[in-house]
Protein backbone atom coordinates (compact mmCIF):
# COMPACT_ATOMS: atom_id res chain seq x y z
CA UNK A 1 0.00 0.00 0.00
CA UNK A 2 0.94 3.87 -0.21
CA UNK A 3 3.29 5.17 2.51
CA UNK A 4 3.50 8.75 3.30
CA UNK A 5 6.98 10.27 4.66
CA UNK A 6 6.93 13.78 6.35
CA UNK A 7 9.43 15.85 7.12
CA UNK A 8 10.10 17.65 9.83
CA UNK A 9 8.52 16.89 12.50
CA UNK A 10 8.95 20.02 14.27
CA UNK A 11 9.81 23.27 12.56
CA UNK A 12 10.36 26.87 14.24
CA UNK A 13 10.21 30.23 12.52
CA UNK A 14 10.06 33.57 13.28
CA UNK A 15 7.38 35.70 12.05
CA UNK A 16 7.43 36.77 8.80
CA UNK A 17 9.86 33.95 7.47
CA UNK A 18 8.83 31.49 5.07
CA UNK A 19 8.22 27.92 6.15
CA UNK A 20 8.43 24.38 3.98
CA UNK A 21 7.20 20.93 4.95
CA UNK A 22 8.12 18.12 2.78
CA UNK A 23 6.49 14.50 1.85
CA UNK A 24 6.97 11.96 -0.23
CA UNK A 25 5.19 8.92 -1.00
CA UNK A 26 5.24 5.30 -2.66
CA UNK A 27 2.92 4.32 -4.77
CA UNK A 28 3.13 6.18 -8.27
CA UNK A 29 -0.77 5.36 -9.24
CA UNK A 30 -1.37 8.04 -6.49
CA UNK A 31 -2.82 11.46 -8.00
CA UNK A 32 -4.33 13.61 -5.31
CA UNK A 33 -2.38 15.60 -2.63
CA UNK A 34 -4.36 17.14 -0.07
CA UNK A 35 -2.43 19.01 3.01
CA UNK A 36 -4.53 19.40 6.49
CA UNK A 37 -3.91 22.04 9.24
CA UNK A 38 -4.98 21.03 12.53
CA UNK A 39 -5.23 23.40 15.44
CA UNK A 40 -5.18 22.42 18.95
CA UNK A 41 -8.91 20.95 20.12
CA UNK A 42 -9.85 20.89 16.27
CA UNK A 43 -10.31 18.58 13.73
CA UNK A 44 -7.96 18.50 10.62
CA UNK A 45 -9.60 21.12 7.96
CA UNK A 46 -8.08 20.89 4.32
CA UNK A 47 -6.05 24.07 3.66
CA UNK A 48 -4.87 23.07 -0.05
CA UNK A 49 -4.66 20.16 -2.56
CA UNK A 50 -3.01 19.20 -5.44
CA UNK A 51 -4.04 16.83 -8.44
CA UNK A 52 -0.97 14.99 -10.53
CA UNK A 53 -1.41 16.82 -13.77
CA UNK A 54 -0.79 20.08 -11.77
CA UNK A 55 2.83 21.13 -10.74
CA UNK A 56 2.04 23.93 -8.45
CA UNK A 57 -0.83 25.67 -6.78
CA UNK A 58 -1.10 28.93 -4.77
CA UNK A 59 -3.70 30.09 -2.79
CA UNK A 60 -2.55 33.83 -1.00
CA UNK A 61 0.30 32.91 1.29
CA UNK A 62 0.40 28.89 0.74
CA UNK A 63 1.86 26.94 -2.10
CA UNK A 64 1.65 23.23 -3.24
CA UNK A 65 4.41 21.92 -5.33
CA UNK A 66 4.65 17.76 -6.74
CA UNK A 67 7.30 16.64 -8.49
CA UNK A 68 6.01 12.82 -10.06
CA UNK A 69 9.04 11.73 -11.38
CA UNK A 70 10.57 11.67 -7.67
CA UNK A 71 7.51 11.43 -6.18
CA UNK A 72 7.54 14.19 -3.41
CA UNK A 73 5.41 17.32 -2.79
CA UNK A 74 5.74 20.27 -0.60
CA UNK A 75 3.87 22.70 1.36
CA UNK A 76 5.26 26.08 1.67
CA UNK A 77 3.51 28.98 3.60
CA UNK A 78 5.54 32.30 3.27
CA UNK A 79 5.32 35.69 5.44
CA UNK A 80 4.31 33.39 8.29
CA UNK A 81 1.46 34.35 11.19
CA UNK A 82 1.25 33.36 14.88
CA UNK A 83 -2.25 31.84 13.86
CA UNK A 84 -0.21 29.88 11.06
CA UNK A 85 0.96 27.89 14.28
CA UNK A 86 -0.56 24.49 14.26
CA UNK A 87 -0.05 20.76 13.09
CA UNK A 88 -0.09 20.34 9.59
CA UNK A 89 -0.43 16.94 7.86
CA UNK A 90 0.50 16.16 4.11
CA UNK A 91 -1.83 12.91 3.07
CA UNK A 92 -1.80 10.98 -0.61
CA UNK A 93 -4.72 8.96 -2.42
CA UNK A 94 -4.57 5.63 -1.98
CA UNK A 95 -7.54 3.62 -3.52
CA UNK A 96 -10.42 3.97 -5.56
CA UNK A 97 -12.58 4.43 -2.48
CA UNK A 98 -11.18 7.74 -1.38
CA UNK A 99 -9.10 6.64 1.17
CA UNK A 100 -5.95 9.02 1.73
CA UNK A 101 -2.35 7.67 4.04
CA UNK A 102 -1.52 10.37 6.17
CA UNK A 103 2.20 11.97 7.51
CA UNK A 104 2.87 11.96 10.73
CA UNK A 105 2.43 15.15 10.59
CA UNK A 106 4.61 18.76 11.53
CA UNK A 107 4.43 20.87 14.15
CA UNK A 108 4.68 24.23 12.90
CA UNK A 109 5.54 26.78 16.12
CA UNK A 110 6.04 30.76 14.88
CA UNK A 111 6.66 32.97 16.87
CA UNK A 112 6.24 36.72 17.26
CA UNK B 1 -20.18 24.28 4.32
CA UNK B 2 -20.23 20.46 4.90
CA UNK B 3 -20.80 20.04 8.17
CA UNK B 4 -19.33 16.77 10.40
CA UNK B 5 -20.47 16.03 14.16
CA UNK B 6 -19.56 13.83 16.49
CA UNK B 7 -21.23 12.86 19.86
CA UNK B 8 -18.98 13.69 21.99
CA UNK B 9 -15.82 15.62 22.69
CA UNK B 10 -14.54 13.70 25.66
CA UNK B 11 -15.16 9.90 26.44
CA UNK B 12 -14.43 8.08 29.82
CA UNK B 13 -15.15 4.11 29.95
CA UNK B 14 -13.46 1.12 31.98
CA UNK B 15 -11.73 -1.69 30.69
CA UNK B 16 -13.94 -4.15 29.31
CA UNK B 17 -17.20 -1.85 28.49
CA UNK B 18 -18.54 -1.63 25.03
CA UNK B 19 -18.25 2.23 23.35
CA UNK B 20 -20.18 3.79 20.67
CA UNK B 21 -18.83 6.54 19.12
CA UNK B 22 -21.52 8.45 16.26
CA UNK B 23 -20.57 10.12 13.72
CA UNK B 24 -23.29 12.70 11.27
CA UNK B 25 -22.65 14.46 8.51
CA UNK B 26 -24.93 16.72 6.53
CA UNK B 27 -23.50 16.57 2.73
CA UNK B 28 -25.08 13.93 1.42
CA UNK B 29 -21.21 11.86 1.35
CA UNK B 30 -21.20 8.41 0.27
CA UNK B 31 -17.55 7.74 2.18
CA UNK B 32 -17.27 8.14 5.57
CA UNK B 33 -14.16 7.11 7.67
CA UNK B 34 -12.79 6.51 11.20
CA UNK B 35 -9.34 7.35 12.35
CA UNK B 36 -7.38 7.40 15.10
CA UNK B 37 -4.88 10.26 16.14
CA UNK B 38 -2.00 9.25 18.25
CA UNK B 39 1.32 11.28 18.93
CA UNK B 40 4.14 10.58 16.68
CA UNK B 41 1.88 8.42 14.78
CA UNK B 42 -0.64 10.72 12.30
CA UNK B 43 -3.46 9.37 11.54
CA UNK B 44 -4.17 5.64 10.68
CA UNK B 45 -7.33 4.29 9.30
CA UNK B 46 -9.48 2.07 11.07
CA UNK B 47 -12.59 1.46 8.89
CA UNK B 48 -14.52 3.08 6.02
CA UNK B 49 -17.73 3.04 4.29
CA UNK B 50 -18.91 3.48 0.62
CA UNK B 51 -22.41 3.22 1.04
CA UNK B 52 -25.38 2.19 3.52
CA UNK B 53 -24.48 -1.15 5.03
CA UNK B 54 -21.20 -1.48 2.70
CA UNK B 55 -17.53 -1.14 5.14
CA UNK B 56 -14.14 -2.33 4.38
CA UNK B 57 -11.12 -2.37 6.91
CA UNK B 58 -8.67 0.41 6.85
CA UNK B 59 -4.86 -0.26 8.17
CA UNK B 60 -5.61 -1.10 12.23
CA UNK B 61 -9.31 -2.74 12.61
CA UNK B 62 -8.34 -4.67 15.29
CA UNK B 63 -10.54 -4.91 18.31
CA UNK B 64 -13.28 -2.09 16.25
CA UNK B 65 -16.15 -2.61 14.42
CA UNK B 66 -18.63 -0.14 12.26
CA UNK B 67 -22.20 0.01 11.04
CA UNK B 68 -23.66 2.32 8.79
CA UNK B 69 -27.14 1.74 8.62
CA UNK B 70 -27.73 5.25 7.53
CA UNK B 71 -26.02 7.56 4.89
CA UNK B 72 -25.23 10.61 7.02
CA UNK B 73 -24.30 8.46 9.73
CA UNK B 74 -20.85 6.36 10.92
CA UNK B 75 -20.98 4.53 14.26
CA UNK B 76 -17.31 3.09 15.41
CA UNK B 77 -17.84 0.50 18.07
CA UNK B 78 -15.53 -0.86 20.64
CA UNK B 79 -16.52 -4.26 21.34
CA UNK B 80 -14.39 -4.49 25.30
CA UNK B 81 -12.43 -1.82 25.08
CA UNK B 82 -8.85 -1.52 26.36
CA UNK B 83 -6.46 0.67 27.83
CA UNK B 84 -4.64 0.60 24.59
CA UNK B 85 -7.49 1.75 22.48
CA UNK B 86 -7.14 5.40 24.67
CA UNK B 87 -6.95 8.05 21.87
CA UNK B 88 -8.26 10.83 19.52
CA UNK B 89 -11.18 9.42 16.98
CA UNK B 90 -11.72 11.55 14.02
CA UNK B 91 -14.51 11.10 12.20
CA UNK B 92 -14.54 12.09 8.17
CA UNK B 93 -16.87 12.59 5.04
CA UNK B 94 -15.85 12.41 1.22
CA UNK B 95 -18.22 12.34 -1.50
CA UNK B 96 -18.78 9.91 -4.18
CA UNK B 97 -16.06 8.24 -6.10
CA UNK B 98 -13.04 9.96 -7.27
CA UNK B 99 -13.91 12.72 -4.98
CA UNK B 100 -11.11 12.74 -2.39
CA UNK B 101 -11.39 15.78 -0.48
CA UNK B 102 -12.59 14.47 3.13
CA UNK B 103 -13.84 16.67 5.78
CA UNK B 104 -13.26 15.95 9.34
CA UNK B 105 -15.43 16.25 12.42
CA UNK B 106 -14.04 17.90 15.81
CA UNK B 107 -12.70 14.34 17.08
CA UNK B 108 -13.71 12.64 20.67
CA UNK B 109 -10.94 12.08 22.78
CA UNK B 110 -11.79 8.54 24.33
CA UNK B 111 -10.10 7.52 27.76
CA UNK B 112 -9.87 3.99 28.91
CA UNK B 113 -9.29 3.39 32.71
Known amino acids: GENVEQHPSTLSVQEGDSAVIKCTYSDSASNYFPWYKQELGKGPQLIIDIRSNVGEKKDQRIAVTLNKTAKHFSLHITETQPEDSAVYFC???????????FGKGTMLLVSP | DVKVTQSSRYLVKRTGEKVFLECVQDMDHENMFWYRQDPGLGLRLIYF???????EKGDIPEGYSVSREKKERFSLILESASTNQTSMYLC????????????FGPGTRLTVT
Open chain 2, 92 to 103: ASAGGAGRYEQY
Open chain 1, 91 to 101: AASSSGYSTLT
Open chain 2, 49 to 55: SYDVKMK
